[in-house]
């Protein structure tokens, strides 16, 4: 007879706060009440277990950003991508060549002292 998926669940669940012995006992137990070895309630619990893990372990807001919201991130880049592509001695055009801006740290200094990013950023 097959072990049920909802005992494996149940045993999954209370793993942790079993000690070795009752671990062992409910294992045996049931590996006796539907016919199979030790071995298969082992792996079939160890497999409920990794399951379990794998699905709880992303945060609920993964993937946003937690201090500053999208439109005010695409802004704040606006501005310092502005900045480094700035050519301070034409300042009708923009540089071309990559390799001659300015660092981004220094840019992020300039946007913060004009106050088009928070301080700190």
Known sequence: MKISGQMIVEIARAWDDMTPGERRREVTTVAATYGTTEATVYR???KARDDAARITTHRADR????VVEDEALREYVKAVMGLKSYDPYLPENIIGDPHKTMSTARALEIAEKLAWVPAGF
């Open 44 to 46: 079939r619990v160890k």
């Open 63 to 66: 993937g946003k950003p937690r």
